[in-house]
């Protein structure tokens, strides 16, 4: 007798990383297990940042190195570790033929037959780092488009959003967690590493957004150079008007991983809309709007520059930046509402 529809799977909670992915393999046909190896390589470097960020404070890692990234922003010693962490551990693992990093100018291109092309920014919230506020990474890996037996080219890249095999973060804070998607067809899911045994565990099955959130979270340190339609809407929030449950709580923690974190969590709204400052956005597409964007459409909510969906967005380079709103799909759609209102 076949089981009826109306029951629900059985909770795979507890088992680990390895055996999800596993079992989601088996669930693809045509699998080659390439793409699973990367997952593991993935997990196996933020482990290794995890160790170092736990006793940063007792390993001379904390504060800056004295350079500058191409962000124009200072280095700090934990983002320099991170990066070549997650550089060397996917170079051996030989599963990639390009990564793209926050940290790097240009692309790194491998020699060899990966089939997979990463981007990432491997240690986001580097203004947070001396204060002990959660910081994190944050991957997308795309399908390689050039010929394996050619060499790799930063076209391999420079794809769209819409094209992701798959994205996650991990979340370095009060626990350590990794997040990531395959797709809407395979859920998003959330696994929190134990630290005595340094395994990830399922803890968080098939994460879905609300529709609706109660919290909003905006720089408003940058007010004074919004457009009108970003300061329409932040008083439209913080109104009072029980019907909507408003006004809305703000939260800002100042790390892309930890606002998203909460956001896809317990829904609402998070928003990094284009100033007077930066009139493109302050966001980088490939490695910080672009994977969070596909969780979250994975997981129900919806992502936008603030008129375009940011996984349609065609990039023209390694290093372009976008305004980025995602959250909810009834709170984005009030900013949405608000910008089309706009002259």
Sequence with gaps: MQP????????MVGITLDQHVTQQMAMSPGASGHFTSLLYQIALAAKLVDSQVRKAGLANVLGYTGETNVQGEQVQKLDEMANETFL?????????????SEELETAVLVDGTGRYAVTMDPLDGSS?????????TIFGIYRRKSDPHTSPTEADLLQP?????????????????????TGPKFGVHGFTLDPTIGEFFLSHENLQVPRRGSTYSVNEGNSARWQDSTRRWVEYVKTEHKESNRPYGGRYVGTLVADAHRTLLKGGIFAYPADKKSPQGKLRLMYEANPFAFLFEAAGGRAIDGRRRILDIEPEALHQRTPLILGSVEDVADFERFVAEAP
Excluded: K
Aim: charged share 15%.
């Design 128 to 136: 947070n780092i001396d204060v002990n506020v959660s910081i994190g």
């Design 4 to 11: 009826s529809s109306l029951h629900p799977p059985p909770s």
């Design 88 to 100: 060397t551990v996917m170079r051996r693992g030989r599963r990639v033929c390009a990564i793209a």
């Design 161 to 181: 959003g819409r094209d992701l095999r798959a994205a996650g973060y991990i979340i370095y804070g009060s626990s350590t967690m990794l997040v990531y998607s």
